[in-house]
């Protein structure tokens, strides 16, 4: 990190939710490489936090309270940017909601709307109010996901939304061609907050495994069982005496309904062992890669940061997959 280049010396650059994670690694990448970066968060306090940081490296940087659904705030972050440096070079459009953890028939309306709305549309209204102050030799990139490829069983929704923001690239890129690039980053896991409950948790397979007290993965598929948890709440899709029998961590059902043969529970776990299921899940995902890591946060920024620069001159409407050799193919 010390010996980076400068390539964004004069530059404006905007990240959108950049207070934490990916967001703020990218932002202090494209900083420490000469940008004036904005960054934004829905929360102030953290916004507050992630300017301080920055500037004890020395990065010119403002920060704004933007919740990216927030019409107002969108409108505001560009404004505020223009006012004060005059203009954008560099937009990067890293906002996600994964509001869910359920089956894709399973996910309700409004779920639906809001994992669509953060994920795909708000992105797109950012760059209309953007658009008009984009210099030429400009850059947009926008933060997919490797789940782009391969929705994954219980978070295929949003893997599906990912999926989408590869075809925003390729029709943007055209439609913003030849003043400015669009180009994504697909990121592999990586333990932030957002992955957490990937990355702290016992993979998928290994918990039904465990959970039923040894019934294979087939057994459990002919069950129809789909159980995914995150850190305090998970969805359970399947017969509710199995989950009685073979459950130690459920603190208690919160609600469960029935659905012809399926039952539909949502849980509470009781937390036990959260260590272990840490170490187990995070070596599995670790497993799935083949440089055997998870990735981190400047791994996604040196990506980022390559594609908004002009080393990436010639370079629009692509997608590069920053996930250690996991499989990527549509
Ligand atoms: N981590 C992974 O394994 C992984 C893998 C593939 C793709 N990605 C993608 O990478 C991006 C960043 O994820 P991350 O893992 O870095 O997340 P993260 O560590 O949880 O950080 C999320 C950031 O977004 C802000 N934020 C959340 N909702 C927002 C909203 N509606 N409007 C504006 N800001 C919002 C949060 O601050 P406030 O709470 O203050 O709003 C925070 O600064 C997402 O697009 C995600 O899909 C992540």
Redesign the pocket.
């Known amino acids: 990190m010390e010996k980076i280049g400068k390539r964004f010396e004069g530059k404006v650059a905007i990240v959108?939710?950049?207070?934490?994670?990916?967001?703020?690694g990218i932002a202090e990448r494209l900083g420490l490489e000469g940008a004036a970066v904005v960054i934004?968060?829905?929360?102030q306090s953290?916004?507050d936090e992630a300017v301080e940081k920055l500037k004890a490296r020395g990065i010119e940087a403002l920060g704004l309270v933007?919740?990216?659904?927030n019409a107002q705030q969108r409108k505001d972050l560009i404004a505020k940017t223009v006012q004060k440096y005059g203009k954008i070079d560099v937009i990067v459009s890293?906002?996600?909601?994964n509001p869910a953890v359920s089956g894709i028939l399973e996910t309700k309306e409004p779920v639906l709307d809001k994992l669509w709305e953060?994920n795909v549309k708000t992105s797109i209204l950012l760059l209309q109010d953007a658009a008009p102050h984009l210099q030429k030799g400009s850059s947009v990139v926008f933060?997919?996901?490797?789940?782009g490829y391969q929705p994954p069983q219980g978070l295929a929704m949003y893997g599906v939304t990912?999926t989408a923001l590869f075809g925003l690239t390729k029709a943007l890129a055209a439609e913003m061609a030849p003043n400015t690039r669009v180009n994504c980053v697909a990121?592999?896991?990586?333990p932030?907050?957002?992955?957490s409950f990937?990355t702290e948790n016992e993979s998928i397979g290994e918990y039904e495994s465990k959970y039923y007290r040894g019934l294979s993965l087939q057994e459990l598929n002919e069950f129809r069982f789909l159980f995914v948890l995150n850190r305090k709440v998970g969805l359970f899709n399947g017969n509710l005496n199995v989950i009685d029998d073979g459950v130690e961590r459920i603190k208690h059902v919160v609600q469960y309904e029935s659905k012809g043969e399926i039952t539909i529970a949502s849980i509470e776990s009781n937390g036990l062992d959260n260590k272990h299921d840490a170490s187990l899940k995070r070596k599995s995902l670790e497993e799935k890669t083949l440089l055997n890591r998870l990735?981190t946060?400047q791994d996604m920024a040196a990506a980022t940061a390559y594609l908004a620069s002009d080393d990436a001159a010639y370079v629009t409407g692509e997608t590069l997959v920053v996930a250690g050799g996991v499989s990527s193919r549509l």
């Open positions: 959108t939710a950049s207070t934490q994670g990916i967001g703020f934004s968060s829905r929360r953290n916004v933007c919740h990216v659904s890293n906002a996600a909601a953060i933060i997919s996901s490797v789940a990912k990121p592999g896991f990586v932030t907050n957002f992955a990937l990735g946060t």
